[in-house]
């Protein structure tokens, strides 16, 4: 089974970038469609972006789509998101999620969670 652990998140100024990074365990990672998903205080978690298996489909949500950029590494076993622009409303914790089978924006579809990283935004 696929463990995941996410890295990267931190305090950033409204306007820098940061990369997070999501490093799964185990042999079978290309078989999984991997997500992130993000929760701020107080909300709902929301999707944030989700990449197909073999990392050939992208799709972000509208409140990230531009700013916000998806990517997988196989041979690494590794899952990124790139976030540029950041605004204050980015503040979060960030959670890297995976499902076998095809890619969804539907959080319960997803089988497997990281611990989350948090990220905060200064305005």
């Known amino acids: 089974q696929v463990q995941l652990v996410e890295s990267g998140g931190g305090l950033v100024q409204a306007g820098d970038s940061l990369r997070l990074s999501c490093a799964a365990s185990?042999?079978?990672?290309?078989?999984?469609?991997m997500a992130w998903f993000r929760q701020a205080p107080g909300k709902e978690r929301e999707f944030v972006a989700v990449?197909?298996?073999?990392?050939?489909?992208?799709y972000s949500g509208d409140s990230v789509k531009g700013r916000f950029t998806i990517s997988r590494d196989n041979a690494k076993n590794t899952v990124y998101l790139q976030l540029n622009s950041l605004k204050p409303e980015d503040t979060a914790v960030y959670y890297c999620?995976?499902?076998?089978?095809?890619?969804?924006?539907?959080?319960?579809?997803?089988?497997?969670w990281g611990q989350g990283t948090q990220v905060t935004v200064s305005s």
């Open positions: 999620a995976a499902r076998s089978g095809m890619a969804t924006t539907v959080s319960g579809s997803y089988e497997l």
């Open positions: 185990g042999r079978t990672f290309s078989t999984y469609a």
């Open positions: 990449i197909s298996r073999s990392g050939g489909a992208t």
